[in-house]
């Protein structure tokens, strides 16, 4: 039930949580502040066995709010060094929520350079642990500007993170350990679950067109007769979002002059 | 043995073209006083692996690189390393981009002294592709699978910054995630430890601190001592990621900008004035530690 009005970046949040519903007790892993907002808000609310990290070595009890730290230390369960960190995602038991600089219509992502691989037109981080994530556990993507400079046609410059790309596989064969997750967007939610992997829209944000993230998409996205529009975040989960993770509202500095969710 | 040396006695050992881990990750826990060291030597030509951050931003703009054998260069808490990325889009130096768990696993090859570890990290992506060298092995068991054979990476040096050592080369890191150094220091011919203090044996351990050390000290061939010697990176306890230091750092991109801080940081006569370059030992100290 929601009675207030909320803004997009609260309903992105809202629906990147919903990617480690039903995951069960794994290390919820979100890059960037929506996705950790997000995976805090997924503790809270309904997935309470995650596992999450304060960014640098320590498991923690209790999600924490973004920014300095108050005066209490969070209260920690355990240590998560890096090479802890490999063999726990090697072993498959880890949701990653990832924002790559492109994604192409087979899933690859890419963060490692734009352009021609020996001299880039931009060099950004490198392939990091993009492929043993995409090989062992499951991955699910935030794009917080829809757009076909992010979902690129054709493939990716570099794929980093692998995908439903059977050309790239041994054999042709994809392995079963890869699975993504959801794709939540500024423009809507989508999915690999069409045939053949095919990206498909499961819903788009109150306000916006079929046609629209079509237009902002560089391969075809197969849509239903009717595409639902995303649900709004519910009062508990704006009162968990606003009060508790994100008290200082680092979510408002997301998209350019934090627009309303609904934008109808 | 007394293994206590200064920074310059460790880069005399170091020749061109070697192959050089660097410890630490991105802003934590590097040895920066030693990178810098290079930096002010004839050194050349360097193959450099490291889980990257300004030091090979820093060894990349004064044009030590040859090759770099990486996962990532960041800055964590400020995305891009301007000078790892200006010399990558120029093509400055040959890559041998891995994911993060690759390298860890070209460097337990190398202590384990078998030529490659095989893993599935790699299928399905272009690290393999934009990596020719790397080959493909068939598991010789039932399951018959295709595997990436990650090769060893053997390091003629490692250097790694720790936060207190003894003269004999026993260590400890007290930082709460060790990350690889002790790999890189066991995958090395020659490993050079840069610490906070010298102290004596008797300080540096006892039962409780024991299992903070990376390696026995056989493994260790120099121990320079270097207060704050991971500035601008973390050196937890004590001081934390200096932001304020590596804004100025990034934002050094152009020729004069670079120079002048090459000047006032890197072509100074000791580490000592180096501290005092930066503000002296009680504003390092005030740096908070990280938070994520």
């Known amino acids: 039930m929601t009675t207030h009005s909320y803004t997009l970046a609260e309903l992105c949040i809202a629906q990147c949580a919903e990617v480690w519903r039903g995951e069960g007790e794994v290390l919820a892993t979100g890059i960037g502040v929506i996705p950790r907002i997000a995976a805090g808000l997924a503790r809270l609310s309904f997935n309470p066995d995650l596992l999450m990290t304060d960014g640098e070595a320590y498991l923690l009890a209790e999600p924490v709010a973004l920014g300095p730290r108050r005066a209490r230390d969070p209260l920690v369960e355990g240590w998560m060094p890096y090479s802890r960190t490999f063999d726990l995602l090697w072993g498959g038991r880890r949701h990653a929520l990832v924002g790559p600089a492109q994604v192409d219509r087979f899933g690859q992502m890419n963060i490692s350079v734009v352009g021609d691989y020996t001299k880039p037109k931009a060099a950004i981080l490198g392939a990091r642990g993009f492929p043993g994530n995409s090989i062992s556990h499951a991955n699910s993507i935030f794009v917080p500007n829809h757009s076909t400079r992010v979902f690129v046609a054709g493939e990716v410059d570099m794929v980093c993170s692998a995908g439903y790309n059977p050309q790239r596989w041994p054999e042709g064969k994809v392995p079963s350990t890869l699975r993504i997750g959801r794709m939540i967007t500024d423009l809507g939610v989508l999915d690999f679950g069409a045939a053949n992997h095919a990206v498909r829209l499961l819903s788009g944000h109150p306000g916006v067109t079929v046609a629209q993230v079509q237009e902002a998409t560089g391969f075809p996205i197969v849509v239903q007769a009717e595409t639902p529009v995303t649900p709004a975040p519910t009062d508990e989960q704006l009162a968990l979002i606003r009060e508790r993770l994100d008290p200082r509202n680092l979510r408002g500095t997301v998209f350019k002059g934090d627009p309303p969710g609904d934008r109808r | ?292």
């Open chain 2, 1 to 292: 043995m007394n293994k206590k040396m200064t920074a310059a006695d460790v880069v005399a050992q170091l020749r061109d073209g070697m192959t050089i881990g660097i410890g630490g990750w991105a802003t934590r826990r590097k040895p920066m006083a030693l990178v810098r060291e290079i930096m002010r030597s004839p050194l050349r030509d360097l193959t450099v692996v490291s889980y990257g951050g300004p030091d090979v931003g820093l060894l990349a703009a004064a044009g030590k690189l040859r090759k770099l054998i990486f996962g990532f260069v960041s800055l964590d808490v400020l995305p891009l390393d301007m000078h790892f990325r200006n010399a990558r889009q120029a093509g400055a130096f040959e890559v041998m981009e891995l994911d993060e768990g690759m390298v860890q696993l070209g460097l337990r090859a190398a202590v384990m002294r078998v030529p490659f570890l095989p893993t599935p990290v790699g299928l399905g992506t272009d690290v393999v592709v934009r990596n020719p060298g790397i080959r493909l092995v068939r598991s010789p068991y039932d399951d018959a699978s295709t595997l990436v054979a990650m090769p060893a990476l053997r390091l003629d040096a490692a250097l790694l910054h720790v936060t207190e050592a003894d003269e004999r080369g026993n260590s400890v890191i007290l930082s709460p995630d060790p990350f690889f150094d002790d790999l890189m220091g066991r995958a090395a011919d020659r490993v050079y430890l840069s610490c906070e203090q010298i102290v004596a044996t008797t300080k540096i351990c006892n039962h409780d601190r024991a299992r903070y050390q990376p390696f026995e000290r056989s493994v260790v061939t120099g121990v320079v001592e270097a207060p704050f010697g991971a500035h601008p990176t973390a050196g937890v306890p004590g001081y934390g990621i200096d932001i304020d230091h590596l804004k100025e750092y990034n934002a050094a991109t152009t020729s004069e900008a670079w120079a002048a801080y090459r000047a006032r940081y890197v072509d100074l006569p000791t580490h000592d004035d180096y501290v005092a370059a930066v503000g002296g030992r009680l504003r390092i100290n005030s740096i908070p530690p990280p938070v994520y």
